[in-house]
Structure formats: C-alpha cells, structure tokens
C-alpha cells in the first residue's frame, strides 16, 4: 500500500513466498485481492455533487441517520472495494456458511481457475508478431 500511495506503479512478486523462490497459486489470487484492494485506494475518492450529497445532508439533519436513506443505498458501494476472498461477515454468518478461512477460500479458487478458466483468444495478427519477436531475440542472440 505504501509504495502505491507514493507513486509506484508496479506491484510486484503476486504469488511469491521464500524470496521468489517458491510460487503459490492460492497465494497469487489472495494477493489478487490485495492488489485490488489497494488499487482502490489509490483511485481516490470522486468529488463531485452526488459524492458531497449536500442536499441530502440538507434533508436529513445533523440529528438524523443516513443509513437508510436512497442516496445512501445508491452510493455506499463504489468507495468501498469488494474483494473477492475476504470474507468481511460476522463469525456467526461466517461460521454458518462453512468458516472457510481465507487460504482455504484462496485454494478453492486457485483450483476453478486452473480447472475452467478459457482466456479470449488473442487478436489476429499477435500470435505471429510475437514469433517474430522471440525469432528476432534468438537470431540476436545466437539462440537455436
């Protein structure tokens, strides 16, 4: 998070324990969910006459709630992220739907990704600019 705040805009090492040594895909889509997280963050907070919501501050009051208000319910999602993996309920709800802590959550996902993930196809034209990329790589370098 620290890095991103200050200007960084490569995050690296997703899925990476031991130094890099070791690679770890429950630890790469729990990272995901980091990562997300802080892009979030970073994004900022939209200003404008929807976000102020002086006239709704207006019509409620200093004394009144906002919870329940329309303005409230339209907005409250798009300055918190919504991870994937954590799991942000009460223990109770939590427990009751199996008390999948977050690894198990990030294995089980790992898992259906490898199993049913089908990528778009890339663009016509990409698969063979990026043969003549390497083939010009290994003719540079004397690679065969």
């Known amino acids: 998070m620290l890095p991103a ?16 040594i070791t690679f770890d895909y429950a630890q790469l889509v729990m990272d995901n969910d980091m990562v997300k997280m802080i892009k979030k963050a970073v994004e900022g907070i939209a200003v404008n006459d929807a976000t102020l919501a002086v006239d709704v501050i207006r ?14 319910f339209k907005h409250m999602r798009a300055v918190q ?17 199996g008390g999948k802590d977050f690894t198990e959550r990030a294995y ?18 990409v698969p063979e600019r990026l043969r003549a990329i390497v083939e010009e790589a290994e003719k540079e370098y004397g690679i065969k």
């Open 108 to 125: 089980e996902k790992a898992l259906d990704i490898l199993k049913n993930h089908k990528p778009d196809p890339l663009p016509n034209g």
């Open 59 to 72: 019509e409620v009051g200093a004394a009144g709630e906002f919870i329940t208000h329309e303005h409230t």
């Open 81 to 97: 992220s919504q991870p994937d993996l954590i799991d942000r309920r009460m223990r109770d709800a939590w427990m009751e739907l």
């Open 5 to 20: 705040l200050a200007g960084a805009n490569i995050i690296y090492g997703l899925g990476m324990l031991e130094l890099g």
